[in-house]
């Protein structure tokens, strides 16, 4: 099946400075890639849509300023949470779909980021 | 606005029995459904879909089951097994190309040997 790998996997930042998370597609095209956060005994949320070579769409309440997605080639997109706070802290995780089926999405392992 | 409802948090089944996960949705405009596996700390793997055209499909030991009339969905698991162990998201998508899929919050499974 499809792999999409994600990196780090996880990673211990201060508060102020700026994180980045990257997702890959290892053995197809990701036509689309989207951004979930998980917080504990909560569902995936959705974050962010993006396509190759376009801007992200945010889902209502994400801060587009803070939540920085780039979907710069068909099999790599990041999300940098910028200026992160201790309350960003939560599980991203991140999944892409490829142009043969669009209903079927492949999860990366996710990226368990906390904020001191 | 939980558009997707899992409203069992957790459940517990003997190995070897039948484990039953229900979903709740209310957006009638939803017709396509999808199960997912999610072990801690770790990204969800696809289970198993279902188009609102049909009203069960299998694979293997997973039956997912839809009544549209009800906007309810389910998952069977036999015979459960321990590896089955994890939490089960519901998630539901509309047609039109967008492959948006809005999320249950999860029911965890514990399958007891």
């Known amino acids: 099946g499809a792999v999409v790998s994600q990196h780090p996997s996880w990673v211990i930042c201060k508060s102020g400075t700026s994180v980045k998370i990257e997702c890959r597609s290892l053995?197809?095209?990701?036509?689309?890639m989207f951004w979930y956060r998980q917080f504990p005994k909560q569902s995936l949320m959705l974050m962010a849509t993006?396509?190759?070579?376009?801007?992200?769409?945010?889902e209502q309440g994400v801060e587009k300023d803070k939540f920085l997605i780039n979907h710069a080639s068909l099999t790599l997109s990041t999300l940098t949470v910028t200026s992160a706070h201790p309350e960003d802290s939560s599980f991203y995780i991140c999944?892409?779909?490829?142009?043969?089926?669009?209903?079927?999405?492949?999860f990366g392992p996710g990226t368990r980021l906390t904020v001191t | 606005d939980q558009q997707v409802k899992q409203n069992s948090p957790s459940l517990s089944v003997q190995e070897g029995r039948i484990s039953i996960l229900n979903c709740d949705y209310t957006n009638s405009m939803f017709d396509y459904f999808l199960w997912y596996k999610k072990y801690p700390a770790e990204g969800p793997t696809f289970l198993i879909s279902?188009?609102?055209?049909?009203d069960k499909n299998e694979d293997g030991r997973f039956t997912v089951f839809l009544n549209k009339s009800a906007k309810h969905l389910s998952l069977h698991i036999v015979p459960s097994q321990p590896g089955d162990s994890a939490v089960y998201f519901c998630a539901a998508s509309l047609t039109g190309g967008y492959q948006k899929v809005t999320f249950g919050t999860g029911t965890k499974l514990q399958v007891i040997p």
């Open positions: 053995d197809f095209q990701a036509t689309t």
């Open positions: 999944s892409a779909s490829g142009p043969l089926d669009p209903y079927e999405q492949y």
């Open positions: 993006s396509n190759e070579g376009s801007k992200a769409t945010y």
């Open positions: 279902i188009s609102s055209i049909k």
